[in-house]
């Protein structure tokens, strides 16, 4: 069981509050292995609830990410967190006007748990993809898709 599963059993059983305890985030975290020292970034409907729990939970460096809009912005995030999409179109639009803002080897989460079908899961990976970022074949398959910017852009212009 991981860490994080034991907190919440551990907590609901003592009696604690487990309010805001949200996990897809605990499991995005995971996946990008980020620690409070990251410079995280959160896009899509989702993002404002997890800043309050990313700064609840000690990150002092996290931002909401609506669009890249200028060149201090770009390159600057090591994890790139996208949440709550409910449309295959709406989580592209949000990553299309995020990805530039993660750096050089960072690592991007797509929440696509609200893509219950494996078409637009594949479709989702393929356009992360078609952006230039590493996935990994299989990603489609989890809840969580992770990507990752390579050092070197490959984006075919």
Not at 36 to 51: D, H, I, N, T, Y
Not at 77 to 97: G, H, M, N, Q, Y
Not at 115 to 123: F, I, K, Q, S
Not at 133 to 150: C, K, N, S
Request: net charge negative; charged share 20%.
């Amino acid at each position: 069981m991981s860490p994080h599963l034991l907190r919440q059993a551990a907590q609901f059983l003592l009696g604690v509050p487990t309010e805001g305890i949200n996990p897809a985030l605990d499991r995005m975290l995971d996946l990008a292995q980020a620690t409070p020292l990251c410079f995280v970034a959160v896009a899509g409907p989702g993002a404002g609830e997890a800043m309050c729990q990313l700064w609840r939970r000690g990150y002092q460096r996290v931002e909401a990410a609506r669009r890249a809009t200028c060149g201090a912005a770009d390159e600057r995030s090591d994890v790139l967190l996208v949440l709550d999409c409910p449309t295959l179109p709406d989580a592209r639009a949000a990553i299309a006007a995020t990805y530039t803002m993660l750096r050089p080897g960072g690592t991007l989460v797509v929440d696509a748990s609200a893509l219950l079908d494996e078409t637009p899961r594949r479709a989702l990976a393929d356009s992360l993809r078609e952006l230039g970022l590493d996935v990994q074949p299989q990603a489609h398959l989890g809840a969580e898709i992770l990507a990752t910017r390579p050092f070197s852009d490959r984006k075919a212009a």
